[in-house]
């Protein structure tokens, strides 16, 4: 089983860009699904983007379309979320997960089985 770390968060002004990054430890990461979920203060945990197995399928949650862009290097056993044209409520906290089920990207949270312990990001305007 994988443990997942994820790194990159900040604070940064609107329309700026972030890239997170979800390290994972253990040789079976490409055995997962990838899944970026974020948390806002009093809000549920939401889904923002997933990343299939070997990179070839993406989702998107519809308002982060044409601004995020998953990816993914299996070599290095990472997962990353590049973040550009950031608003304001972007802010949360942002999550990777991964989900043993190779031929779906879910997009609810309880779908997947190993979680990071998340990183803060802060849009000001």
């Known amino acids: 089983q994988v443990q997942l770390v994820e790194s990159g968060g900040g604070l940064v002004q609107a329309g700026g860009s972030l890239r997170l990054s979800c390290a994972a430890s253990?040789?079976?990461?490409?055995?997962?699904?990838m899944g970026w979920f974020r948390q806002a203060p009093g809000k549920e945990r939401e889904f923002v983007a997933g990343?299939?197995?070997?990179?070839?399928?993406?989702y998107y949650k519809d308002s982060v379309k044409g601004r995020f862009t998953a990816s993914r290097d299996n070599a290095k056993n990472t997962a990353y979320l590049q973040m550009n044209s950031l608003k304001p409520e972007d802010t949360a906290v942002y999550y990777c997960?991964?989900?043993?089920?190779?031929?779906?990207?879910?997009?609810?949270?309880?779908?997947?089985?190993?979680w990071g312990q998340g990183t803060q990001v802060t849009v000001s305007s």
């Open positions: 997960a991964a989900d043993n089920v190779l031929w779906r990207i879910a997009t609810i949270a309880d779908e997947y089985d190993i």
């Open positions: 253990g040789r079976t990461f490409q055995s997962y699904t």
């Open positions: 990343i299939s197995w070997n990179g070839g399928s993406t």
